[in-house]
């Protein structure tokens, strides 16, 4: 399986090696299902950031939602802020955002979660690829998933907040 750590939705892609997965069979079962349970939720992006090479921290104006099921399943769907504008100033088919699901695993001694991209109606080259992210959650229960390139320096975070039933 091919794996990629993507930033999205700049030309910016990343190739990494494959980590060492932690899955249900080789994980000390209570830590990841401690893990896998603190996943489990429906999220709202508060902010998408992108960090350049000079630099520079770039709000990236999306929204978005997030989801990781029980079953190892996630979804995950955001877009610029501003895309209906654009796309009614336009008769052309207005492209961006990210739109993607499959399942869900955690190489928890480095912090990763690995979406398993199982199809994505926007990133054709997607469907079987490894989408890398290192996860934290923070003390103000927001999850944080960070992008890294192949020198290992974060190029991007998402940062998103659970939506309590």
């Given at each position: 399986m091919k794996t990629r750590n993507l930033l999205l939705p700049m030309a910016m892609v990343f190739a990494i090696g494959a980590p060492a997965c932690?899955?249900?069979q080789d994980a000390s079962t209570g830590d990841l299902e401690a893990v896998k349970a603190q996943f489990v939720g429906h999220y709202?992006?508060?902010?998408?950031?992108?960090?350049?090479?000079?630099?520079?921290?770039?709000?990236?104006?999306y929204v978005g939602r997030i989801l990781y099921d029980e079953h190892d399943n996630m979804s995950a769907?955001?877009?610029?802020?501003?895309?209906?504008?654009?796309a009614q100033e336009s008769s052309e088919l207005v492209q961006a955002g990210f739109a993607y699901w499959g399942?869900?695993?955690?190489?928890?001694?480095?912090?990763?979660?690995?979406?398993?991209?199982?199809?994505?109606?926007t990133r054709g080259s997607w469907p079987g690829v490894d989408n890398i992210r290192y996860f934290e959650f923070t003390d103000e229960g927001l999850l944080k998933l960070s992008l890294k390139n192949a020198e290992g320096q974060t190029t991007g975070t998402l940062t998103w907040r659970k939506i309590e039933s």
């Open positions: 932690t899955t249900v709202e992006l508060v902010i998408y950031e992108s960090f350049r090479p000079n630099g520079e921290v770039v709000d990236m104006n769907i955001g877009m610029p802020k501003d895309l209906p504008a654009r399942k869900v695993s955690f190489d928890l001694p480095n912090g990763i979660v690995i979406h398993h991209v199982e199809g994505s109606p």
